[in-house]
């Protein structure tokens, strides 16, 4: 019956997996013992050829990309935009040619993510009708990704939007609205509106927007501006390290967020995980708060 087994039958197996939303590194154990067990029946005489070896490991980058994630390092490598970086993505995202027309689709769609935290899956799979703008809120109920196109059983070549729960139990929650955000959305369905059902950032035909569309999008965004390159994930980032460090205001306060209430913004359930992966900090806040201890 091992004989049976396909190399398509094995890449069904992983892709199944990656699927269901498993690490990279559990995946990746898995592609191991196949490819040991193969490999061990070819040498036996047991197969006279090895399925595994038409069966090449997704690249990590592209595994996080299809479970729309970001590829981030186990260390904090938090990246955020300085004032005059998010001035120039504004400038080039609402851009327009010399026709009038806009160089980018519905670029206010960043400009939401960088007031709500949201993620990416997040953004895309939010329905018209789960924005309240009279109480200021969204709700987060489900995710968006990408995963391999399937026709009855078998797996055939290309990609479609798959919309599913979302990421975590506590990644279902409500979101405050700011002025910013309002704006955002209103703008965003000024410019495509298909009605309540539908997603707020919809392609063209009112359907899911593909997460690599918008991501790839956003990149050009960034190059265009004369941008480093950073993660989509950075506009989360960026949030949540501008409320727990907070913005100082006029008569030299500092309004600020502790890192609960942050973490319950971001639907995180710790505030470890905000504070480890999601927030820059800023040591310049330190500034002549010893002064007053002198030993």
Not at 243 to 258: C, E, F, M
Not at 265 to 284: A, F, N, P, R, W
Request: charged share 25%.
């Amino acid at each position: 019956m091992v004989g049976d087994i396909t190399a398509a039958d094995l890449k069904e197996v992983l892709n199944h997996w990656m699927n269901e939303d498993y690490a990279y590194t559990t995946v990746k154990k898995v592609y191991i013992v196949l490819k040991e067990y193969f490999r061990y029946l070819t040498q036996q005489e047991i197969l006279s050829k090895n399925p595994m070896n038409s069966v090449p490991m997704i690249k990590k980058s592209n595994y996080m990309a299809a479970q729309n994630k970001e590829d981030l390092p186990t260390q904090e490598t938090v990246t955020i935009f300085t004032p005059e970086e998010i001035e120039k993505f504004k400038t080039e995202a609402f851009s327009r040619f010399s026709n009038g027309k806009p160089k980018y689709q519905q670029p206010a769609a960043y400009i939401l993510m960088l007031n709500t935290g949201l993620r990416t899956g997040e953004l895309l799979c939010l329905l018209n009708s789960d924005i309240n703008l009279e109480g200021k809120y969204l709700e987060v109920r489900q995710n968006v990704k990408e995963v391999c196109r399937r026709e009855g059983t078998g797996y055939v070549p290309g990609r479609e939007v798959k919309v599913g729960k979302a990421k975590t139990a506590t990644s279902k929650h409500r979101v405050p609205l700011n002025g910013a955000a309002i704006a955002t959305i209103e703008e965003l369905r000024q410019e495509c509106d298909f009605g309540p059902t539908a997603p707020l950032v919809s392609n063209e035909n009112g359907d899911y927007t593909r997460p690599v569309n918008f991501r790839e999008r956003y990149y050009r965004i960034l190059k265009a501006a004369r941008i480093e390159q950073k993660g989509l994930h950075s506009l989360r980032h960026h949030f949540a390290t501008q409320l727990i460090n907070g913005v100082k205001q006029p008569d030299g306060t500092i309004l600020a967020l502790s890192p609960r209430q942050v973490a319950d913004l971001l639907g995180h359930s710790t505030s470890q995980i905000t504070e480890m992966y999601y927030v820059k900090k800023d040591t310049t806040r330190l500034q002549g708060i010893t002064d007053g201890f002198n030993f």
